[in-house]
């Protein structure tokens, strides 16, 4: 029974910083790097969306040089940068766009939405609610661009609507309020896609370790067993000798490698008048007569080192 509990101690010793390292990974996969991954996901995406934008804008500025310069007038000016602008697309489906309202708000170009240009979006509510391009239009006004979140139809399909975060920009020689913006299912989607490849890569890392963890533990028990088995055969051959010196009709004792007693046998007791008790853990040399200490340590030396003992 104490064998089996021996086992079972060593077996945990063994599996339990395994998997206890293993589940620590996994806690820091889905609680701490997923967040993160998902935050910087995020501020990656809103970054590129206003480096579109300001990208975008230059167009604007360009035709706007042209007017400057006389080469078209406002109308024809505003009228090809709204048709370039229109037709732009990005993003992997290519259905991302890019849309014009004014500081009225007046939408000036959308799209995906032609039923609103032209419209006064002062009192324009967003599906939940919200006034999105009166938000533009403050954020243009107060910091000369910026991110505004709402709800809004996902690209070209008005019967879904999501949340969205766009950056807008104001153009202001044309009083224009350029923009484009992301939707947080994307991020979303994308979070989903790596939590399937972690869960998969976890399930594999799982499969592994439990493949390891059988294998330490037939090793450990199988080890352990044979180690028990040598323990028995050897307190067995133990026993076999101490009864031979037990039974051996003159004094006899065993010693360990610092020279002390381990064991004596009856007759020696008999012989010295001393209990085994007293005398077992005591250096032998005191009851050696000196006359034969230095043959009694050069036999013992030869054992030591394995050499046969010399015959006197």
């Known amino acids: 029974m104490g064998n089996d509990r021996n086992i079972i101690v060593k077996i945990l010793g063994i599996v339990l910083p395994i998997w206890l390292i293993f589940f620590l990974f996994v806690l820091s996969i889905f609680f701490i790097f997923v967040p993160s991954l998902k935050n910087h996901m995020m501020d990656q995406k809103k970054e590129t969306i206003k480096k579109l934008v300001d990208s975008t804008h230059s167009i604007l500025a360009e035709y ?111 009083q224009w309020i350029l923009g484009t913006g992301l939707y947080t299912d994307d991020v979303r989607i994308e979070i989903e896609t790596i939590l399937a490849d972690l869960s998969v890569i976890s399930i594999i890392i799982l499969v592994v370790m439990m493949v390891i963890s059988f294998y330490l533990t037939a090793q450990t028990f199988r080890i352990e067993q044979d180690r028990a088995a040598s323990v028995a055969k050897l307190e067995k051959s133990e026993n076999m000798h101490r009864r031979f010196i037990d039974d051996a009709p003159i004094g006899m004792f065993t010693l360990n490698l610092k020279g002390e007693i381990t064991y004596i046998n009856k007759k020696l007791e008999t012989i010295m008048g001393k209990r085994a008790k007293n005398l077992i853990g005591k250096p032998f040399r005191p009851f050696i007569h000196p006359d034969d200490i230095r043959l009694v340590d050069h036999r013992m030396m030869l054992r030591i080192q394995g050499n046969p003992i010399e015959e006197p």
């Open 64 to 174: 706007h040089s042209k007017v400057v310069e006389g080469e078209m007038g406002l109308l024809e000016a505003q009228e090809k940068a709204m048709g370039q602008i229109r037709h732009l697309r990005y993003g992997p489906e290519g259905k991302d766009y890019f849309w014009i309202n004014d500081f009225h708000p007046f939408m000036v170009m959308h799209p995906y939405r032609p039923d609103l240009e032209g419209r006064d979006l002062t009192l324009f509510k967003g599906p939940r609610g919200s006034y999105p391009f009166i938000a533009m239009v403050k954020t243009v006004m107060e910091k000369g661009g910026g991110y505004v979140d709402y709800y809004w139809q996902w690209k070209d399909t008005p019967q879904r609507v999501v949340p969205k975060i766009s950056y807008v920009k104001g153009f202001l020689p044309w």
